[in-house]
């Protein structure tokens, strides 16, 4: 059968609920956060990004939390809508690796109608 | 603008045969990058390029070679494919390379069977 690691952790939300989506990230001279978002078949899409030297950062809708004492980002989706329903993912990166982002492995999300 | 596109969106392959994926931007973007997307896995870094001419190895290089003799389009080849290498590919482009946002194509489906 399949193996529980190709189960992508899943969170649903009634349709005009807020949303919160948690990353940990694993290199502490991570200094570079960045959310994307993919829907069905398609190429992840940037959604908002934050540098180490700030605690939060809004956009439309969203907003990201970095909290680097736990090495712990959240992103936060209000009045979540059904097409806001994708896979999003946290990226890492460190100023010494100039190309190399590292992706999590992404939280679905399902709004519920 | 197109952004990025990529070619084909899907392929069969055989064990042991040859493809080259496309990718081309008309962002004028410097830094180009392959990735390959796993279930249960994050996106992993293959190849990628910060000019014409210019390329490095990435996470998971191995059986994949890449050129870039313009600034638009970053090829992608599997010499031999086998079917470790099963999986959806994206190419993606960015002017600050992994500082920036990064702009991805639609994915190339790829089974080797």
């Known amino acids: 059968g399949e193996s529980v690691g190709l189960h992508l952790p899943t969170l649903s939300v009634q349709e005009g609920d807020n949303s919160i989506i948690n990353c940990a990230y694993s290199n502490s001279a991570s200094d570079y956060f960045i959310w994307y978002k993919q829907e069905s078949g398609k190429g992840p899409q940037f959604i908002i990004d934050?540098?180490?030297?700030?605690d939060k950062r809004q956009g439309q809708r969203v907003t990201v939390l970095l909290n680097k004492t736990v090495k712990h980002l959240s992103l936060q989706i209000a009045a979540t809508q059904p097409g806001d329903s994708a896979v999003y993912f946290c990226a890492e990166n460190y100023s010494g690796g100039y190309q190399k982002v590292t992706f999590g492995i992404g939280t679905k999300l399902q709004v519920i109608p | 603008n197109a952004g990025v596109t990529q070619t084909p969106k899907f392929q069969v392959l055989k064990t042991g045969q040859s493809m080259t994926l496309q990718c081309a931007q008309d962002m004028n973007h410097e830094y180009m990058s392959w990735y390959r997307q796993d279930p249960g896995m994050g996106l992993r870094l293959i190849h990628y390029s910060v000019g014409a001419g210019i390329t490095d190895q990435g996470e998971v290089p191995n059986g994949y070679n890449v050129s870039r003799s313009t600034t638009e389009d970053f090829p992608l080849r599997l010499l031999s494919a086998a079917p470790s290498q099963t999986s959806v590919y994206f190419c993606?482009?960015?002017?600050?390379?992994?500082?920036?946002?990064?702009?991805f194509g639609p994915g190339t489906r790829l089974t080797v069977l």
């Open positions: 934050i540098r180490s030297n700030m």
């Open positions: 993606a482009s960015s002017y600050g390379g992994g500082r920036d946002t990064q702009y």
